[in-house]
């Protein structure tokens, strides 16, 4: 079960700011547990945004993200009022998703 | 050809940097660094994901009474949760004793739910319910953010715990002789270069005991109040501090006291 | 003064003496802090691991000076205090002082040991960075004690082993071993006494301030 992230989008001029905090774990694969054994890599894969149902944002994550990653990206357009979703899958195949209203 | 992401300029920038003397200057920058390190992260701080979370468990039917935490008194009736954070540990009437705010989580949570405190307080942190408690500390201290930190000192226990605390803060013992105050007693001092805030007046006190509870970068999760004091006392070579027992409240109103008037920063941000 | 701002007056002072009288019948007095306080320690600590509750068993000097809380201690208590420290401190029985820099770099480099973390017969560190600045190159220094960059030289110890350099290494080895024998309630830890070090490695801390090849004295 994860946890909600945390969506904030901002409103200036022409273009829009969203800022997301993401709860997720980000395992690397590389860190062994106490007891020496590998703790398996868990990660989010991909990450998508849209706005007003358009997408304005996607990337592809690997292991080199840390911990409850931090996300801020800007798109052209958008007003007070828009929604925007965002939504992640990880390798475990869990996913989640998001929304909050532009500012 | 690509070209470069970094052009010529850059790299001559990034030599020019690789060449820099170390002097008394770096040490200063490094200290900025810091800052500037934590001021880029303020605006995504972690914390806020443990706080969202903490609202949702507030009000969700849990525990073997299957009931939520709305009815619990923190100190300014039940149910109240804004404005508290600052000004505990304080005196309760039902349990007749100064708790702190995770004591009297552990109250709440073992008389509106159903959970038994002793075994939560057992609990290693970080396992089971205590990974509860760091999210309803965040949600908590979270709904107190920017006030002023204002404990009541009214009730005889609240002034006896106040004096107590400054006893155990003063304390020097283990193989060190180390006491809070080793660390914590003195303006601009440093453990390596971590700044100590001076725990025993303002603006120090609350700069440190109000940032707790704080998000930690370099382990990934948020440590409460209680976890930050145990593990002062680990470092001070201490024995164990029970959780949310007597000697970790009345330090808690020590600091809590001379925090007066200075503004709570937690769920704060720490390296 | 008319009537009314008389009244308000009389108002204030009287909710001020209220105020007064309440604050004053529930001071504690510093029996019942005492009493509180031994209390609180008995029901709040229990063992773990290596730190065993003796460890809340405070010395005449810790005593002092917890009871001091910050505050400089009566100067006759001091001297007492100064002395009783300075019987304690243990001189090499071979006479050699002075060990290997370069060890004593990792042990001031290293702050590990008597945590309750810590595994039993695993050698302890110094934890000399945390607190002061010593050689140069490291830049991550504490500054809870003095800095001890240049600690020989500006001492004119250019041989240590040279009977000028006597008192100096004497003085050194003994702050080492127990400081507060030269300062009643130093925030230093008292390495030989409470046996945090071993005799070897406090000779290797000493060449790491007094040989002058060591990079604390370039």
Known sequence: ?103 | ?271 | MNKTQKKVALLAVGTALTVLLAGCAMAPTSQAVDEATAQVLKGSFREQGIARLDRLKLDASNQACSEAAGKPLDEKLAKAIEEANLKTVKFPLDGKFIGNWREGEKIAQNGRGLTWSDKPGEANGGSCYNCHQISKAELSFGSIGPSLYNYGKLRGVSDPAAAASKPIVEYTWGKLWNAKAYNACSGMPRFGHAAILGEQQIRDVMALLLDPQSPVNK
Not at chain 2, 146 to 158: D, I, R, T, V
Request: hydrophobic share 35%; aromatic share 10%; charged share 20%.
């Open chain 1, 1 to 103: 079960m994860s946890d909600p992230m945390r969506i904030r989008a901002q409103a200036q001029g022409d273009k829009t700011t969203v800022r997301v905090l993401v709860s997720h774990e980000m395992e690397s694969g590389q860190r062994k547990d106490a007891a020496g054994k590998t703790v398996p890599a868990w990660f989010i894969q991909t990450i998508n945004a849209t706005w007003n149902g358009k997408t304005v944002m996607s990337a592809q994550w690997g292991t080199a993200v840390s911990k409850n990653p931090f996300v801020q990206f800007s798109f052209k357009g958008g007003k007070a009022g828009d929604k925007i979703v965002v939504n992640w899958v990880d390798n475990h195949g869990d996913k989640r998703s998001d929304e909050a209203l532009v500012a």
């Open chain 2, 1 to 271: 050809m690509k070209s470069s992401l970094y052009g010529p300029a850059a790299l001559a920038a990034l030599t020019a940097l690789a060449l820099f003397p170390l002097s008394a200057a770096a040490q200063k920058s490094t200290a900025e660094g810091i800052a500037e390190y934590r001021a880029m992260l303020a605006d995504g701080n972690p914390a806020e994901l443990y706080e969202a979370k903490g609202e949702l468990i507030w009000k969700q039917a849990r525990g073997p009474k299957n009931a939520s935490l709305e009815k619990c008194d923190l100190g300014k009736g039940p149910g109240v949760v804004k404005g508290t954070f600052v000004e505990l540990p304080r005196f309760f009437a039902d349990t007749r004793r100064v708790q702190d705010l995770e004591s009297r989580l552990l109250t709440c949570m073992e008389q509106l739910q159903g959970f038994n405190a002793a075994d939560i307080a057992k609990t290693s942190f970080g396992t089971g319910e205590q990974k509860t408690i760091e999210s309803l500390v965040a949600y908590i201290s979270g709904e107190s953010r920017g006030m002023s930190f204002n404990l009541p000192q009214a009730h005889a226990q609240e002034k006896l715990m106040y004096e107590v605390g400054k006893k155990v803060f003063y304390l020097r013992g283990g193989p060190y002789d180390f006491s809070c105050a080793s660390c914590h007693g003195e303006d601009n001092k440093r453990v390596r270069l971590q700044d100590l805030p001076n725990l025993t007046k303002e603006p120090g006190a609350s700069t440190g005991f109000g940032a707790w509870p704080a998000y930690r970068v370099s382990s990934g999760d948020l440590w409460s109040m209680q976890r930050r004091l145990n593990d002062c006392y680990r470092q001070q070579r201490f024995p164990f501090p029970g959780y949310a027992s007597d000697a970790t409240i009345a330090l808690g109103v020590y600091m809590g006291v001379n925090s007066k008037g200075g503004a709570s920063t937690a769920p704060a941000l720490k390296r």
